[in-house]
C-alpha cells in the first residue's frame, strides 16, 4: 500500500531560525514530490515539485530534497519567519495509470514563535 | 492565477439535512476533486470527475454523492448530513494528462453537523 510518513507531527521554532522537516515515501512506481504549504484555515498551496531525476530545488527560503534510492525527502525553512507558521503536507504523485493517483502526508505542523 | 472557489467558508447544518458545497474553478481544468481534512487524518479523497458528468468514488464515498453538470463546477452532496461528517471539506482542480498534474485547491469549506 502507498504510504508517505512526515516527521516530525509538529514543531516549535523561534523566529529566524533553520528547520527541516521530513518525509518517507514507500509509493511505486513514483512520478512526483510536491511539499504544500496550508495555512490555517486555508487550503494547501504548492511550495515546490521534485521528480525522479532532481536531488534539490528552492523556492526562496525554502529548499527541498528529493532522493529517490532511499525514498526520502526533506523540506528546508531557512531564516524562518511568523508567516512560516502553518501546515506542510507532503504529497507524493504514482505515475500508474489515472492522473489523480495522489497519496497525502498527515503533515507537519511548524509554529514560529518570535 | 487559478482560481478555486468554494461557496461558503463556514457551514452549520442538523442531523438529517441534505447540504450542497459547491465548488467552482475558472482555470478550464478537466478534473476536479473533493477532500475531507480531518485532524490527524489528513486529507482524504471522497470524489474525483475527470469529464463533465464523469464521477469516480476516492477512498472515503460513502455518505456522499458529486454532481459535474458543468467543467467548471463540481459539487458534493451530503444526501442525510450526520455528525461524523463534521470536517474541513477542500475542493481541488488540475488538467489532464500526463505531467506533473498540480492540484489547485480551494480555500475550503469548514462544516459542522449538529
Known amino acids: 500500500k502507498n504510504q508517505v510518513e512526515q516527521s516530525p507531527q509538529s514543531l516549535i521554532i523561534l523566529e529566524g531560525k533553520n528547520c527541516t522537516l521530513q518525509c518517507n515515501y514507500t509509493v511505486s512506481p513514483f512520478s512526483n514530490l510536491r511539499w504544500y504549504k496550508q495555512d490555517t484555515g486555508r487550503g494547501p498551496v504548492s511550495l515546490t515539485i521534485?521528480?525522479?531525476?532532481?536531488n534539490t530545488k528552492s523556492n526562496g527560503r525554502y529548499t527541498a530534497t528529493l532522493d529517490a534510492d532511499t525514498k526520502q525527502s526533506s523540506l528546508h525553512i531557512t531564516a524562518s519567519q511568523l508567516s512560516d507558521s502553518a501546515s506542510y503536507i507532503c504529497v507524493v504523485k504514482s505515475s500508474g495509470a489515472g492522473s489523480y493517483q495522489l497519496t497525502f502526508g498527515k503533515g507537519t505542523k511548524l509554529s514560529v514563535i518570535p | 492565477d487559478v482560481k478555486v472557489t468554494q461557496s461558503s467558508r463556514y457551514l452549520v447544518k442538523r442531523t438529517g439535512e441534505k447540504v450542497f458545497l459547491e465548488c467552482v474553478q475558472d482555470?478550464?481544468?478537466?478534473?476536479m476533486f473533493w477532500y475531507r481534512q480531518d485532524p490527524g487524518l489528513g486529507l482524504r479523497l471522497i470524489y474525483f470527475?475527470?469529464?463533465?458528468?464523469?464521477?469516480e468514488k476516492g477512498d472515503i464515498p460513502e455518505g456522499y454523492s458529486v454532481s459535474r453538470e458543468k467543467k467548471e463546477r463540481f459539487s458534493l452532496i451530503l444526501e442525510s448530513a450526520s455528525t461524523n461528517q463534521t470536517s474541513m471539506y477542500l475542493c481541488?482542480?488540475?488538467?489532464?494528462?500526463?505531467?506533473?498534474?498540480?492540484?489547485?485547491f480551494g480555500p475550503g469549506t469548514r462544516l459542522t453537523v449538529l
Open positions: 470527475s475527470y469529464d463533465v458528468k464523469m464521477k
Open positions: 521534485m521528480t525522479f531525476s532532481e
Open positions: 481541488a482542480s488540475s488538467l489532464q494528462g500526463k505531467g506533473y498534474n498540480e492540484q489547485f
Open positions: 482555470m478550464d481544468h478537466e478534473n
